[in-house]
């Protein structure tokens, strides 16, 4: 392509994707293209609010500004009078409308522009569908679900307000809870509740309130209105909003007949203003009386108590022990000496027990002693050393022995010794040496 007048001598690139810092575009380039591309745009059919319409006199086109109900967009739109006049009742700033127009850009001044081809008002009707369409996919993601409802504080800190600037809704809101409950503090954000600027102010004060501490229950009101003027809560914008809010919010749009998205998607749902001024705050009067028939019930109840207690104490009291306490003394002391009676006699059947073992046993101890045995007349021989002599080898003739006696003992010489050599010697000397076996056997046990 050739230089350009006005430029210094270059080549300039054929299409965008050929520029560079060193190789750009002038704009008077860039926007010619874009004419030129949006000139080959067929006509396109586009959905909107009309939120300015200004028709100069002694000219037939008006111009229209048409915004997106749901964001902060907006094109200017050129439409010839005729096609206004044609709408039934008319143009008016805020009605929603679909445009049939040609795309344009303005070179100048770089504005993308819309030339109106047919204008048509949309419907009550295919106003009425796409709500029925939203309900659906809201109910399909559960944003409708009893479960997901947040219920009301008893007694909220502060109640914030959404309504418009010094309206009915307003007032019904504030003197419906003050009369009920006089201390009850608001914080109110005023906002535009119809037209193309409603939905973006209502989702912010929402958004705004829910992130205030203090507030505990949020309420949107609004009066009543035609479904035009009811759409902004019906917006998908701001019921995603709402139903993002963590403090509760009360719906009170418009009278009982009318029924936004709003009141399926908010917590609860206020017929109107004045009853949402009933929901979020309980009455003094109620409560007062409430407190009075449960102080009344503590009261029978204690008394109940009281009255099961006394009989209680009435039916102990009669019993013919406490009526006669020394009789029941007398009947304890009756059952002391019964069981001290009864132990001494167990204690002296064991020592009588115990005794007779002792005696036996001292018995059979003496029985058995040398000391008896000596007794009986026997004597136990002990050589010079102390040994008992148990064996006539023991003892060769000649040698001194001492005898032991039961009282005392002897001095004796062995003359001579003999063994047991027959029948009569044997038993003689078997009498003799069982004693002096015994005797010996004594002494080695007293000895020991």
């Known amino acids: 392509m050739a230089a350009q007048a006005g430029t210094t001598s270059r080549t300039v690139p054929s299409t965008a994707a050929q520029t560079s810092a060193e190789q750009p575009w002038p704009v008077r380039l ?10 080959r745009m ?43 006049e044609a709408l039934p009742g008319g143009l008016v700033e805020g009605a929603r409308v679909v445009v049939r127009a040609s795309p344009g850009f303005w070179t100048k001044r770089g504005v993308l522009q819309l030339s109106a081809l047919e204008v048509r008002a949309v419907g009550v009707g295919e106003l009425l569908a796409r709500l029925q369409h939203l309900k659906r996919l809201l109910a399909a993601e559960g944003l409708l679900d009893a ?14 307000l959404v309504c418009g600037r010094a309206s009915a809704a307003e007032r019904d809101v504030v003197r419906t809870a003050r009369d009920r ?31 205030d501490a203090e507030v505990d229950v949020i309420v949107v009101a609004r009066g009543g209105g035609s479904l035009e003027d009811l759409l902004p809560f ?38 109107t203003p004045t009853d949402a001024g009933r929901r979020v705050v309980p009455a003094v009067a109620d409560e ?56 001494r006699r167990a204690l002296e059947g064991q020592l009588h027990r115990a005794q007779d073992r002792l005696d036996g046993l001292a018995g059979a101890v003496r029985t058995l002693s040398p000391a008896s045995t000596l007794a009986r007349g026997y004597a136990v021989l002990q050589t010079d050393d102390g040994a008992v002599v148990r064996s006539p080898q023991d003892a060769p003739p000649g040698e001194w022995l001492r005898a032991r006696l039961a009282d005392g003992a002897l001095l004796v010489e062995v003359v ?32 020991g």
């Open 30 to 39: 860039l926007t010619a293209k874009i004419s030129e591309y949006v000139a």
């Open 234 to 271: 019906s917006n998908e914008a701001l019921l995603r909003a709402v139903a993002a809010c963590r403090t509760p919010v009360v719906s009170a749009i418009g009278h009982e007949v009318d029924d936004p998205l709003l009141d399926l998607v908010a917590d609860v749902r206020a017929s």
């Open 147 to 160: 479960e997901r409802k947040q219920p009301l504080p008893f007694l909220p800190r502060a109640v914030g």
């Open 42 to 84: 067929p006509s396109v059919w586009v959905e909107g609010q009309v939120v300015q319409a200004v028709h100069r006199p002694g000219t037939s086109t008006c111009y229209l500004t048409l915004r997106d109900p749901d964001v902060d967009m907006s094109l200017p739109v050129t439409a010839h009078v005729r096609l206004l």
């Open 288 to 343: 007062v009386a409430g407190l009075a028939s449960a102080r009344a019930r503590l009261r029978r109840a204690a008394l109940r108590r009281v009255e099961a207690e006394q009989a209680l104490l009435d039916a102990v009291r009669s019993r013919p022990a406490l009526a006669d306490p020394s009789r029941l003394l007398a009947e304890q002391q009756q059952a002391v000496t019964d069981a001290v009676g009864r132990g």
């Open 416 to 447: 001579d010794t003999e063994d047991a050599e027959d029948g009569a010697e044997d038993g003689a000397e078997d009498g003799a040496g069982d004693g002096a076996g015994d005797g010996a056997g004594a002494e080695e046990d007293g000895d």
């Open 181 to 211: 409950w006089p201390g009850v503090r608001f914080v109110v954000r005023a906002v535009a509740v119809q037209g193309v600027q409603a939905v973006a102010e209502v989702s912010a004060a929402v958004a705004e309130l829910d992130a």
